[in-house]
């Protein structure tokens, strides 16, 4: 690591903070910031170095809501087994594949959600009919509350699968992708939400990295990464310390002002 990198630290706290605090990884912030400060670096290096921070901040955060008590393993693992190999499909692919209409169709549909969840911050729980696929698990909190989470395994194996291949593909997290649905699909309570979706992103961004080194393309992104993900790491124990004491619908809606961030990103990368 050189001096030039140096600056990349605070980079990264801020980001490791504020994406820990909605439960992502934090690859939907830095990958158009990196974008924009290496104009000329190939879509490839920054896909992996985004991704391999996003490890390093997802696996800090885990630790954090680890002795918070407020990760689901449970539904984590069986998302993660999910999320893995899209996750894998999607490092393979990055390099194979026109990206500027999808970015723009994808920065679109981002918009549109940060619409959504901004204007729909509480979360419903939903019912289901007795025929669906059950999934019970007892969560508890530092707190005591004991929390019932019931949902749809199926629908959260084959999202979790999508979230994986997109973003991967993209070398951002997923979280801001993952909380929403688990909120919403899934009926989990936010805190809850977030925390899991901490593990698996940590999972996924894992999968995906290892992926990107395998297939060659993180040589160039070394000393960068190094850089920002000692940032990342401290700043995602200040996010899980803050998101105790966020209300659930400032974390939705802080998600969805980071949506509208990326959307807008992504339509001007396209563009």
Request: proline share 3%; with cysteine.
């Amino acid at each position: 690591m050189t001096l030039q990198h140096l600056w990349l630290i605070p980079l990264g706290f801020i980001v490791g903070a504020y994406a820990t605090v909605i439960g992502a990884g934090g690859g939907f912030l830095l990958a158009p910031v990196l974008l924009l400060l290496y104009p000329r670096e190939n879509p490839e290096t920054i896909a992996s170095i985004s991704l391999a921070v996003v490890f390093f901040n997802s696996l800090s955060g885990s630790i954090a809501y680890a002795r918070a008590k407020r990760i689901d393993y449970r539904s984590g693992l069986l998302f993660s087994a999910a999320a893995i190999p899209g996750a894998i499909f999607g490092a393979l692919t990055t390099s194979l594949i026109t990206r500027g209409v999808f970015d723009f169709v994808f920065g679109i549909l981002m918009i549109a959600a940060s619409a959504f969840l901004f204007y729909r911050p509480k979360s419903k729980r939903q019912t289901h009919s007795d025929h669906q696929l059950r999934h019970l698990n007892d969560n508890t909190e530092t707190a005591g509350t004991e929390l019932a989470l019931s949902y749809n395994p199926v629908i959260g194996f084959g999202v979790c699968f999508l979230i994986g291949y997109v973003t991967s593909l993209l070398g951002i997290g997923g979280g801001f992708i993952e909380v929403p649905a688990m909120v919403y699909l899934l009926n989990f309570p936010v805190h809850i939400a977030t925390a899991t979706s901490q593990f698996i992103v940590m999972v996924m961004a894992l999968a995906g990295s290892a992926t990107h080194i395998a297939a060659g393309l993180f040589h160039h992104g070394v000393r960068r990464t190094l850089a920002l993900a000692l940032g990342v790491i401290l700043g995602a124990q200040l996010g899980a310390r803050l998101s105790a004491r966020v209300r659930g619908d400032l974390i939705i809606r802080s998600l969805a002002i980071g949506l509208g961030f990326v959307g807008v990103g992504l339509i001007f990368k396209a563009l």
